[in-house]
């Protein structure tokens, strides 16, 4: 099941990660959720300086038994989409993924 915080003054708690590094566009904040209300499959996603992304949903959406999936889509991965992205990790911890994300910018272009 996934562990929610509470709230910090009505505020969401960031999720402390190292972003890679160029990032151009961040959507989204990396945050522990707070309510069911969070946990969306749209919930974070960054733009790397190759215009690849690196991209958070929770599936199914709105479901504390449902896992955090991380993927990788863009120019030169499969077709470029989203649904033909590489999945990094899948989880029910947020600081999980902060981990995969943080690490990922230590990685030697592909």
Not at 31 to 60: H, K, R
Not at 78 to 99: P, Y
Request: aromatic share 10%.
């Amino acid at each position: 099941m996934i562990q929610f915080k509470p709230l910090v003054d009505r505020k969401h708690q960031l999720v402390p990660f190292d972003k890679p590094p160029g990032v151009n566009v961040e959507l989204g904040c990396l945050c522990y959720p707070s309510s069911v209300s969070d946990l969306d499959q749209d919930y974070y996603a960054c733009q790397l300086p190759d215009e690849t992304w690196l991209d958070v949903g929770c599936y199914p959406s709105y479901d504390e038994n449902g896992v955090f999936i991380l993927v990788h889509f863009g120019p030169g991965i499969g077709s470029g989409s989203f649904d033909d992205g590489i999945t990094l990790i899948e989880t029910q911890n947020i600081d999980e993924v902060a981990r995969v994300i943080s690490e990922f910018g230590e990685r030697p272009p592909c």
